[in-house]
């Protein structure tokens, strides 16, 4: 079993920021798996953010975050980060960090071995 913890969420007006973090622990064996950002507004599906590989750190975004949003890893702490910047109203949502043994820019739900519980952003107008 692997847990992914979510934290980091809250409410900030449009333009601001915000940074997630996500904690994973359990199997060593998931170690050189990636780990992914998500993300599911009310009444959608869950879509893809982003992507960051365990080894090599390569890096993948959705069209609609790239420019203003960083994921990044840091294996000593099995942590990944989602820096989030120029936020949108259209960006709130519940993001999930999930881990996957695919990296691509275009992962789906069913890609993904692990989720998070989820941690609710929240974009005023």
């Known amino acids: 079993q692997v847990q992914l913890v979510e934290s980091g969420g809250g409410l900030v007006q449009a333009g601001g920021s915000l940074r997630l973090s996500c904690a994973a622990s359990g199997r060593t064996s998931f170690s050189t798996s990636n780990l992914d950002w998500f993300r599911q507004a009310p009444g959608k599906e869950r879509e893809f953010v982003a992507a960051i590989s365990r080894i090599g750190s390569i890096t993948y975004y959705a069209d609609s975050v790239k420019g203003r949003f960083t994921i990044s890893g840091d294996n000593a702490k099995n942590t990944v980060y989602l820096q989030m910047n120029s936020l949108k109203p259209e960006d709130t949502a519940v993001y999930y960090c999930?881990?996957?043994?695919?990296?691509?820019?275009?992962?789906?739900?069913?890609?993904?071995?692990?989720w998070g519980q989820g941690t609710q952003v929240t974009v005023s107008s």
């Open positions: 999930a881990l996957s043994n695919t990296l691509s820019p275009r992962l789906t739900y069913d890609d993904i071995i692990y």
